[in-house]
């Protein structure tokens, strides 16, 4: 068992770099990591509970592949072996982005939340969700990431256009939400399982917390139980982007590195099938 996880663990990861390589995406940016939370209750090693997880986490990957939200839920053979799970992508990922970013989330939430019975993982562009008791379809407002940029001091123009930025997401319908005025960056979104009242009210409330918690801050990230809201004044966070391009140029010199291993692969195949087919002649 534990080699069998080893394996998926290996085959996501590279099915993380192949979906990276494949779709040219901003991999580093998206699956930049935001926060995770693991259950304190653990299961059982080896217990049919384990195998539901690592079936349900493997229905969240495969279906990030056509779809930017889904939710499963694996019973076996006793009710209470059974676990729910979803996965969002933020509304603007291409599909392979979203496929690459679920691959990492679920990665991460393998290694972070080993052995416990549910977890999230929170990236940049991606959020997963799993645990044995359901929470689909349940609203959550619960803060579990607060962050808040060095103040500006008080700029009545820049807090003029955060407000009005602000008030645009909270007015806007729909699970994502981007909205930018003046030099100012918002983007909201809930998860799929809400409806159309849950998410007005989620968004609401995260947003009005970034106005009372964040003051005058430059950036701001309220993310909830079942929502977020961000924004930035004047590229804020842009120290983050520029280290995240020289990642990207690894993430490439790398690509590049496996492209030419595969075409030598594929030349050492391409001759050992040609010796065989001459040999074979020979004869
Ligand atoms: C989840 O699993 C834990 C540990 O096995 C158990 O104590 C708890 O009651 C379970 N919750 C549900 C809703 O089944
Ligand atoms: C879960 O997924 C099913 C099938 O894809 C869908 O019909 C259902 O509405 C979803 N439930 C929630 C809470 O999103």
């Known amino acids: 068992m534990a080699k069998r996880s080893n394996i998926s663990h290996t085959l996501l990861s590279s099915m993380y770099v192949f979906l990276c390589v494949v779709g040219f995406s901003e991999c580093s940016s998206i699956s930049t990591f935001l926060y995770s939370g693991c259950t304190q209750q653990r299961y059982t090693p080896n217990s049919p509970y384990e195998w539901n997880i690592n079936s349900l986490l493997t229905s969240l990957v495969n279906s990030a592949t056509y779809s930017a939200y889904n939710n499963f839920t694996v019973v076996g053979s006793t009710q209470q072996d ?70 500006v001091g008080y700029n009545p123009d820049a807090m003029g256009s955060r407000d009005a930025v602000l008030a645009g997401l909270a007015a806007a319908g729909g699970n994502f939400r981007v909205g930018g005025s003046g030099g100012v960056h918002g983007v909201a979104q809930c998860t799929g ?63 590049i590195i496996i492209g030419s291993l595969a075409g030598v692969a594929i030349l050492i195949i391409f001759f050992a099938f040609m010796s065989k087919i001459c040999g074979r002649q020979g004869k």
């Not at 005058?216 to 079942?226: C, P, R, S, V």
């Not at 961000?230 to 842009?238: F, I, N, T």
């Open 82 to 151: 059974a676990v729910y799970g979803l996965y969002q992508c933020r509304g603007d990922l291409a599909m392979p982005d979203c496929a690459a970013c679920v691959a990492r989330a679920v990665t991460r939430a393998g290694d972070i939340c080993r052995g416990t019975c549910g977890g999230a993982v929170q990236l940049d562009g991606c959020f997963v969700k799993y645990d044995n008791a359901t929470f689909l379809g349940a609203a959550d407002k619960t803060v579990v990431l607060k962050k808040c940029g060095p103040s």
């Open 193 to 255: 399982d809400l409806s159309y009242g849950e998410c007005q009210d989620c968004v609401a409330e995260a947003i009005s917390r970034l106005k009372s918690d964040c003051g005058t801050a430059d950036y701001g990230d309220m993310f909830l139980g079942k929502c977020y809201a961000r924004y930035s004044v004047g590229g804020a966070h842009d120290e983050s982007k520029a280290h995240d391009k020289s990642n990207h140029g690894g993430v490439k010199t790398f690509s």
